[in-house]
């Protein structure tokens, strides 16, 4: 595809609900990359994936948050057990390949609320 | 571990004015990239600028341009001829060069508003 493609775009979770969250990567893109964004602040790192190896998972929160990328395209992060606190917008971003420096293209992001 | 501050949470500029945004950062790396983001409302996140830590020169494009100083920690862009489409929040980013995974760094960001 042309972008980053991310979905749902919007979604409205009950506490307690689990929800999974999708990432279409650009294609061929060898990177990709999981951010969570509070509200007013900036975005933080949560796991990284290169091709289908989860290389980097020190971000996530805790161990409600699970992602994957079975075939090392569309990747999912998944929320189990949502809480208040998970309220964010979720990006998802990838690169071409690893190279230090190389551009990273962001998504448009979830925005996952928790009541 | 890296950390990028952003001292501004809020700036505003005139419709064609010149306006500086500022960024700090801290990390024991040599060689490393620093980047500028912008964020509108949409939320999806824009390369501005990048500029690598090895280059002295200050990177540039077109209205955008940074001062970069390597031995301050300081990593500041100049936005030229303000535009109201340059209305967004902006993000400092730091990246360290890693064998495996590009991971970016962000500062708090800081909210512009280009008045007419």
């Known amino acids: 595809g042309a972008g980053v493609s991310q979905s749902p775009r919007y979604k409205v979770a009950k506490r307690g609900q689990d929800v999974a969250l999708r990432c279409d990567p650009i294609?061929?893109?060898?990177?990709l990359f999981w951010y969570q964004q509070a509200l007013g602040q900036g975005p933080e790192f949560l796991t990284y994936f290169q091709n289908e190896a989860q290389l980097d998972k020190s971000g996530l929160p805790s161990d409600r948050f699970f992602a994957e990328r079975p075939e090392g395209s569309v990747s999912t992060l998944k929320i189990q057990r949502t809480q208040q606190e998970d309220s964010a917008v979720y990006l998802c971003?990838?690169?071409?390949?690893?190279?230090?420096?190389?551009?990273?293209?962001f998504g448009e992001g979830s925005w996952l609320t928790v009541v | 571990a890296q950390t990028v501050t952003q001292s501004q949470p809020e700036m505003s500029v005139q419709e064609a004015e010149t306006v500086t945004l500022s960024c700090t950062y801290d990390?024991?790396?040599?060689?490393?990239?620093l980047f500028w983001y912008k964020q509108p409302p949409s939320r999806q996140m824009i390369l501005v600028i990048r500029q690598e830590a090895y280059k002295q020169q200050n990177a540039t494009e077109n209205r955008f341009s940074v001062n970069f100083q390597k031995a301050a920690k300081s990593f500041s862009l100049k936005i030229s001829d303000s535009q109201l489409g340059d209305t967004a929040m902006y993000f400092c980013a730091f990246m360290k060069q890693m064998n495996a995974g590009n991971m970016l760094t962000f500062g708090g960001g800081t909210r512009l508003m280009v008045k007419p």
């Open positions: 990390t024991s790396e040599n060689n490393y990239y």
């Open positions: 294609s061929g893109h060898v990177s």
């Open positions: 971003a990838s690169s071409y390949e690893e190279l230090p420096g190389n551009t990273i293209y």
